[in-house]
């Protein structure tokens, strides 16, 4: 008998010490049930209290949201594979809406929209988690956009410039160069401040690898975050993926630090918006496409912007990439992103394929804001650049069916050859601010159109090289102010002058 007291009054003890280490409280949990489930949708039923947005549990492990409420029944879509759910399931309320993690463990990690890894290294580990869906700035939380965002690419710094905090559309048919154009304005901000965030809906794995690579070899791979939506990835989860990116990239600029996100690509988002809308009987309207959505695209770009300066001072600048079909403009997509962004780039399947690249519409490309943001030096070069250039495409395309017709178009002819040779550039090829006035500077004074066509690929090619290594001090004064005095501009073309005469112009 003594020997079971001693056992009762040592499970007494030990009962008191874990009632004591925690503490009970009653926890409600909300479960319904799956009635359909299809096509990365589902209908479920009994859980009335969800929210919308809110994240949902299945009973395999998988993961939902809720976007539709009804009084019976809710849809939702898929984050995961749903090959453990079947109609009778048990679904369960998360009890808030979906999240995704951020900070500084993400940056050089390629990822899901949901932040988990796709690399194959473990999970970053995140302090804190952020909703996928934030509302944008308003506008006394904006600042004027003022900085620019170099993308190393001339016929865009020069003429269809990007300052900090805009929103600039990438638009054109497909295999026209569209990615390589974000890819160069990410390699570019390698000798930037600037974060890099890349957004990937449903594209290809090879393309997408080949672009990894490339940022990794050329550019700020260490400041450059990846968030994938493979092609095999839930249409619930790839239809996050921008959103998601978005609240990512928006930790950082809450630092007073500046982003840039690039989206690839929109239409491909607004088919998954579409098709997902279809799935849950929702009212369809132009194109199939449903009533919200201009919203769903305008609720995301808008939250692109330059932070007042009591709000740290940060910018989100996001480069929304869109294809055409039949380079048609006025379809209902591109009309709808065109109106919501502050300028596209309009790239022509025509100059592409006559190897203009990068193939940009200079005549019906626009930047509403980035001319306020550029640096004087590369504004006042490349002040009568578009018109000069627009010119000289009219002019080409008369004498196309006859000889010049005086010395003064034969002149201006060969000038504007001169200009596109100098916009032409080849991928992950990225000219700094210095040799981009180096160039500019080179065709104003009018010391390149003399160059035959040799001579002048040999020029740009060395043309970086050169400025190191003669011009230190002037390229450094250019880099570091965006300005070039008078005298420093005389130096700058008596040194050039000196350098094509030695190259045999």
């Known amino acids: 008998m003594t020997e ?35 096509d990365g949708v589902a209908l479920l039923s009994g859980l009335a209290g969800a929210g919308q947005d809110e994240m949902l549990r299945f ?22 594979p749903s090959a453990g759910i079947a109609a009778g399931s048990v679904v369960e309320r998360g009890g808030a809406v979906v999240r995704v993690p951020v900070g500084e463990a993400l940056l050089g990690r390629v990822v899901d929209p949901l932040g988990r890894p796709l ?33 190393g690419i001339t016929v865009l710094d020069a003429m269809i410039p990007i300052g900090r905090g805009q929103r600039e559309l990438i638009i054109g048919d497909g295999k026209t160069g569209k990615t390589a154009i974000a890819a160069d304005a990410v390699i570019n901000q390698r000798d930037s401040d600037v974060i890099c965030v890349w957004a990937s809906i449903g594209q290809r794995a090879a393309a997408v ?40 990239a928006e930790h950082f600029v809450e630092q007073g630090r500046d982003v840039l996100l690039v989206i690839d690509d929109l239409t491909h988002h607004a088919a998954l918006h579409r098709e997902l809308s279809l799935l849950l009987r929702r009212p369809p309207g132009r194109e199939a496409y449903p009533g919200d959505i201009f919203f769903a695209h305008a609720r995301l770009l808008e939250r692109g912007a330059q932070r007042a300066a009591a709000l740290g001072g940060g910018s989100l600048t996001i480069l929304p990439i869109v294809a055409t079909q039949g380079g048609n403009l006025t379809a209902y997509i591109p009309t709808n992103i065109i109106s ?35 640096p004087p030096l590369l504004r006042r070069l490349a002040g009568s650049l578009k018109l000069d250039y627009a010119q000289f495409l009219e002019l080409e395309m008369f004498t196309r069916f006859g000889g010049m017709a005086d010395e003064r178009t034969r002149r201006q002819v060969e000038h504007g050859r001169r200009i596109r040779a100098l916009l032409i550039q080849t991928n992950t090829r990225v000219r700094g601010l210095p040799e981009q006035a ?21 020029f740009l090619d060395g043309l970086a090289d050169w400025l190191a290594t003669a011009c230190p001090a002037l390229a450094a004064r250019i880099a570091a102010t965006g300005e070039l005095d008078p005298a420093g501009q005389s130096e700058l073309i008596e040194r050039l002058r000196g350098h094509l005469a030695a190259l045999g112009a």
């Not at 056992?7 to 009635?35: F, S, Y």
């Not at 804001?369 to 550029?374: E, L, R, S, T």
């Open 119 to 151: 690399d194959g290294r473990p999970a970053p580990v995140c302090q804190r988690s952020e909703p996928v869906e934030r509302p944008a700035p308003a506008i006394v939380e904006r600042d004027p956009i003022t900085r620019p965002l170099a993308t």
């Open 209 to 248: 690898n080949r672009l990894i690579e490339a940022v990794g070899r050329f550019g700020p791979r260490e400041r450059t975050l990846f968030v994938i939506a493979e092609a095999s990835a839930p249409p619930g989860l790839a239809w996050l993926t921008p959103y998601a990116a978005c609240s990512m």
């Open 438 to 458: 180096a160039g500019l500077l080179a065709l104003g004074a009018g010391l390149l159109d003399p160059l035959a066509e040799p001579a002048l690929a040999a």
């Open 340 to 374: 919501i962004t502050d300028g596209q780039i309009i790239l022509d399947p025509k100059l592409f394929h006559a190897g203009q690249k990068p193939a940009v519409d200079v005549g019906l490309s626009v930047s509403r804001v980035g001319g306020k943001a550029q």
């Open 4 to 38: 079971l007291d001693d056992d009762l009054a040592r499970w007494a003890a030990q009962a008191q010490t874990v009632a004591a280490a925690a503490t009970l409280e009653p926890h409600q949990r909300e479960r319904g049930r799956v009635e359909r489930i299809g």
């Open 59 to 80: 009973a395999d492990g998988g993961l939902g949201m809720a976007v539709t409420l009804a009084p019976e029944r809710i849809g939702a879509v898929l984050l995961s």
